[in-house]
């Protein structure tokens, strides 16, 4: 393997994630992130810079097998954690629980502690900005449903709240933090808080102005023909698409019934439950970016303070929602700690143990999954990552809902593309079904070939 790489050798290798880090570091006009066939943000620009290899490139895509891991970044940033785990890494404590002021937790996915520390930060005059995900203005004009935006008030943080399992990148907000002095926290996935530590530690500026970073647990991540998909099934033109909520809050509902709602330009409102979308068993992997297969972080080791779902009864089934919290930076730590004594928050601690279970079926394939998937030969940039290839301990019907899922992922990006260029979406619909009526039978069932043709029924309604 070649020792110094270039955006071409990444990409090339299925390892891009699209975070957008390169292009925000490139000195060359004509770069940009841009979404590709798949629906996948890619780096573009001008071939000496897409094919040049590079050291900082080397050192700062997330997905460089030459750049510094989770363990090591975090060691740099929290030395004094009083808490270490290999699920959660380096942490000072770890809560459940949920925002009991005003109504961040209607507003939020889960309990709205993201929105709350987030506006937390900016009421304390800590940051001057929030580096977060916000809906599109105009998304048929700007052929996105979402980008990241600098929310520099309370109420423009706000608006933000909600998860959006779509594509999104850095470099737009990267570049701006350059150009504008000030002090800012950026809230992202683990991969992006991965490469925004990395930036930070090759760039004074970026080191100096950013000064939080927020983390979202994190399974996968989306293509945007998820949402064309939503379209198909729910017989509504993307095209007339104005608003996408992936989950919809029903507090009279279980918190993991999720349910999707699209708004189209003429008002109408159409939605569906995911579990009769056959797309919409999560773990299935449906759309799931190829990178993610190679990424071992669940829970953003690298951020001040990272935030999911209590995937775990009795929080599932409150439709309200509620966060698992883990704090890494004492600053941090103080302002939850002072807001739950005044009872702002309502934030019961728990240990590593607990939070693992909270995401379990994330560990396994990030973990076990990812040991077996490393056994495979591939070509290109191998990764490098801190679970060591392991084909021996997964027992067979684990390995073969690994294969499955593999095999999901990259069948629903191409099945789709194909389908979309014929103009045929049952024939992409009908494919989806079938594949999630064996992940099913396989995953839930013990391979019972009733029970697959059981859901593939309760699938085509
Ligand atoms: C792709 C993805 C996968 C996830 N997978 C899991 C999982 O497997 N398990 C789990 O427990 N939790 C997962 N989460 C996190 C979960 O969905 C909630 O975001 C989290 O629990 C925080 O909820 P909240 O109510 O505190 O946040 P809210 O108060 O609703 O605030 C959410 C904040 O996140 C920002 N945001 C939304 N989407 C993105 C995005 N794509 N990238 C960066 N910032 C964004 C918003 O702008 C807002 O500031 C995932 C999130 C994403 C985006
Ligand atoms: S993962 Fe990020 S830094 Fe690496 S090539 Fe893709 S967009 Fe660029
Ligand atoms: S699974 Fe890992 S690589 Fe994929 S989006 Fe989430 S943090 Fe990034």
């Known amino acids: 393997m070649k020792d110094l790489l270039s955006p071409k050798d990444i990409v090339r290798s299925g390892l891009c994630i699209g975070c957008g880090s390169c292009v925000a570091q490139a000195a060359s006009n004509g770069t940009a992130m841009d979404f590709d066939w798949y629906g996948q943000l890619k780096p573009k620009g001008p071939e000496e810079w897409y094919r040049s290899d590079s050291e900082s490139f080397t050192r700062t895509c997330p997905f460089s097998p030459a750049a510094k891991n989770e363990d090591h970044l975090a060691a740099e940033l929290?030395?004094?954690?009083?808490?270490?785990?290999?699920?959660?890494?380096?942490?000072?404590?770890?809560?459940?629980?949920?925002?009991?002021e005003e109504d961040f937790r209607l507003q939020g996915s889960s309990g709205g502690m993201v929105t709350w520390v987030a506006t937390e930060l900016l009421r304390r005059g800590l940051i001057d900005g929030v580096?977060?995900?916000?809906?599109?203005?105009?998304?048929?004009?700007?052929?996105?449903?979402?980008?990241?935006?600098?929310?520099?008030?309370?109420?423009?943080?706000?608006?933000?709240?909600?998860?959006?399992?779509?594509?999104?990148?850095?470099?737009?907000?990267?570049?701006?933090?350059?150009?504008?002095?000030?002090?800012?926290?950026?809230?992202?996935?683990?991969?992006?808080?991965?490469?925004?530590?990395?930036?930070?530690?090759?760039?004074?500026?970026?080191?100096?102005?950013?000064?939080?970073?927020?983390?979202?647990?994190?399974?996968?991540?989306?293509?945007?023909?998820?949402?064309?998909?939503?379209?198909?099934?729910?017989?509504?033109?993307?095209?007339?698409?104005?608003?996408?909520?992936?989950?919809?809050?029903?507090?009279?509902?279980?918190?993991?019934?999720?349910?999707?709602?699209?708004?189209?330009?003429?008002?109408?409102?159409?939605?569906?439950?995911?579990?009769?979308?056959?797309?919409?068993?999560?773990?299935?992997?449906?759309?799931?970016?190829?990178?993610?297969?190679?990424?071992?972080?669940?829970?953003?080791?690298?951020?001040?303070?990272?935030?999911?779902?209590?995937?775990?009864?009795?929080?599932?089934s409150d439709g309200m929602g509620t966060n698992v919290v883990v704090v890494r930076s004492p600053l941090i730590q103080e302002l939850v700690a002072n807001?739950?004594?005044?009872?702002?928050?309502?934030?019961?601690?728990?240990?590593?143990?607990?939070?693992?279970?909270?995401?379990?079926?994330?560990?396994?394939?990030?973990?076990?999954?990812?040991?077996?998937?490393?056994?495979?030969?591939?070509?290109?940039v191998q990764p490098r990552k801190r679970v060591a290839p392991d084909s021996k301990s997964a027992t067979r019907q684990r390995k073969l809902i690994y294969r499955i899922r593999y095999y999901i992922s990259a069948g629903s990006h191409n099945v789709f593309k194909l389908a979309r260029s014929i103009k045929k979406p049952q024939l992409y619909i009908r494919w989806a079904r079938m594949a999630a009526a064996v992940y099913h039978g396989l995953a839930y069932h013990q391979g019972k070939l009733g029970e697959m043709l059981k859901r593939f029924a309760e699938l085509r309604g």
Not at 287 to 306: G, H, K, L, P
Not at 355 to 373: D, H, I, K, P, S
């Open 339 to 380: 807001a739950v004594n005044e009872n702002r928050l309502m934030l019961e601690e728990v240990d590593a143990k607990f939070v693992e279970q909270t995401q379990a079926a994330g560990f396994r394939q990030r973990r076990e999954g990812l040991a077996y998937r490393l056994t495979w030969s591939r070509t290109g």
């Open 78 to 100: 929290y030395p004094t954690a009083r808490q270490a785990h290999l699920a959660t890494g380096r942490f000072e404590t770890a809560y459940v629980g949920h925002v009991s």
């Open 131 to 316: 580096a977060h995900v916000v809906a599109s203005q105009n998304p048929q004009e700007e052929g996105r449903y979402f980008r990241y935006r600098i929310s520099r008030t309370e109420a423009e943080v706000r608006q933000g709240a909600k998860s959006r399992y779509y594509p999104i990148e850095l470099s737009e907000i990267l570049q701006m933090i350059r150009e504008v002095p000030g002090r800012y926290a950026v809230v992202g996935i683990p991969c992006f808080i991965k490469a925004v530590q990395l930036l930070r530690r090759e760039d004074p500026i970026f080191r100096e102005r950013i000064r939080f970073t927020l983390g979202l647990f994190c399974g996968h991540m989306k293509s945007a023909r998820f949402v064309e998909s939503f379209a198909w099934q729910m017989q509504v033109p993307a095209e007339q698409i104005e608003q996408v909520e992936y989950r919809h809050k029903d507090p009279n509902r279980p918190a993991n019934w999720y349910n999707a709602r699209l708004t189209l330009r003429d008002g109408q409102v159409v939605n569906r439950d995911w579990w009769h979308l056959a797309d919409g068993d999560w773990g299935a992997g449906f759309y799931m970016n190829s990178a993610c297969n190679f990424c071992d972080d669940v829970i953003a080791e690298t951020a001040d303070i990272s935030f999911g779902d209590a995937w775990v009864e009795p929080y599932s």
